[in-house]
């Protein structure tokens, strides 16, 4: 039992600094003035936004975000 401990407390640390990279690597939501200039373009880009970088990171965000959960979980019960 204290080698799965071992390997799940392993596998949360992980997963833990790759959420924290992940996030800050993300653009914030907040356009400003250049929002509102670029309104034509943010449609485009709208619809695209799934095949971009910056919805594979919100992508990979939710996925380690509910890791983050279950080895929590996993972790409180072991």
């Known amino acids: 039992m204290d080698i799965l401990r071992a390997?799940?407390?392993i596998v949360y640390i992980i997963v833990c600094i790759a959420l924290v990279v992940i996030v800050l690597m993300q653009e914030g939501k907040s356009a400003g003035?250049?929002?509102s200039i670029?309104?034509?373009a943010e449609?485009?880009?709208g619809k695209n936004k799934g095949r971009s970088m910056e919805g594979a990171l919100e992508k990979s965000t939710k996925w380690l975000a509910v890791g983050f959960i279950v080895?929590?979980?996993v972790?409180?019960?072991i």
Do not use: K, R
């Open 71 to 73: 080895l929590s979980v």
């Open 38 to 40: 670029s309104g034509v």
């Open 7 to 9: 390997i799940v407390t």
């Open 33 to 35: 003035l250049s929002g």
């Open 43 to 45: 449609t485009y880009w």
């Open 75 to 77: 972790l409180n019960l």
